[in-house]
Structure formats: C-alpha cells, structure tokens
C-alpha cells in the first residue's frame, strides 16, 4: 500500500505558477502510474495529467501546453507544474497512484486562482 501527501497549493493571481508536488510513502514507486486530478463543488472529479510507470504522460485538453507532470523516481514524488493560470483552474486537486488496477488517492491541496 502506498500513501500520498499533496503539498504546493495556495492563491495565485491568473497568469501566475504554481508546482504541486506529492511524495509518496513505500517501495515500488517506479512502478506506480500516477496522476493528478482536480475537483469542485457539486462537480465530478476529473483528470488533469497522468504519468505511466514507462513516462508516458497524458493531459485533459483545458491544461494542455500550460501544465506539465513529470516523476523522480529516486525521491518518490510526482510533479505538476502549472503555468498561465485561470481562474478555471481553481479547484482541489488530488494525487492518484494506481498499481494493479488498484488506485492510492491523497488528501487533495487546494488552488486557487484569483486576482
């Protein structure tokens, strides 16, 4: 079982930057899909970027060419970097792990994106 702990969240003013990081507690890390997702208030939680065990990474199309999810392996933490930021992207946002088909969800950190 692999625990995940969210850190990086905070208010930016649109255009601004944030990286979210979540480490993640255990062996076998390389291995793990990962991903970030993001929620609202009275809305379904939805994928913003995964990244494969192989690095192959995948974006929902709201965040394409502004966000970027990488992994360092060594240190057992899963990245996304959030540049242009909008209003719209102001939600919690969520670290998932998946191994086996088994998922691994982390508390969430908030953004929030506003002037």
């Known amino acids: 079982q692999v625990q995940l702990v969210e850190s990086g969240g905070g208010l930016v003013q649109p255009g601004g930057s944030l990286r979210l990081s979540c480490a993640a507690s255990g062996s076998g890390f390389s291995i793990y899909n990962m991903g970030w997702y993001r929620q609202t208030p009275g809305k379904q939680r939805e994928m913003v970027a995964t990244?494969?065990?192989?690095?192959?990474?995948n974006y929902a199309d709201s965040v394409k060419g502004r966000f970027t999810i990488s992994r360092d392996n060594a240190k057992n933490t899963v990245y996304l970097q959030m540049n242009s930021l909008k209003p719209e992207d102001t939600a919690v946002y969520y670290c998932?792990?998946?191994?086996?088909?088994?998922?691994?969800w982390g508390k969430g950190t908030p953004v929030t994106v506003s002037s």
């Open positions: 990244i494969s065990s192989g690095d192959s990474t």
């Open positions: 998932r792990a998946s191994k086996f088909g088994v998922p691994y």
